[in-house]
């Protein structure tokens, strides 16, 4: 029997600091890219930075990204470690 293994699609909404300095954005994306090195990034959308409708930490305004990715799976820390990371604000993680 010819067994197919068929790639998940999951797709990352992630808000960030709209405080942070350019380096430490950039810094903070190279850091969730290298969290999902199994993953194939397949689209990548730097949004920017817009008005949230609410305070979150502080922050009136936040940065906005969208990513595609395509895995087997998500790393298992990985939802705990966005947590844990105080730049970002919110984040998504859907699977399609």
């Not at 909404?13 to 993953?39: A, C, E, N």
């Amino acid at each position: 029997m010819l067994a197919l293994h068929s790639m998940r699609s999951y797709e990352l909404v992630l808000i960030g600091k709209g405080s942070l300095s350019d380096s430490l954005r950039k810094k903070l994306i190279t850091s969730i890219k290298s969290l999902l090195k199994d993953s194939k990034i397949v689209k990548e959308n730097e949004v920017g930075l817009k008005h949230l409708a609410y305070k979150i930490k502080r922050e009136d305004k936040g940065f906005y990204w969208d990513f595609t990715l395509e895995g087997e799976n998500i790393p298992e820390n990985f939802e705990k470690k966005l947590l844990e990371n105080d730049n970002i604000l919110r984040h998504l993680l859907l699977r399609k």
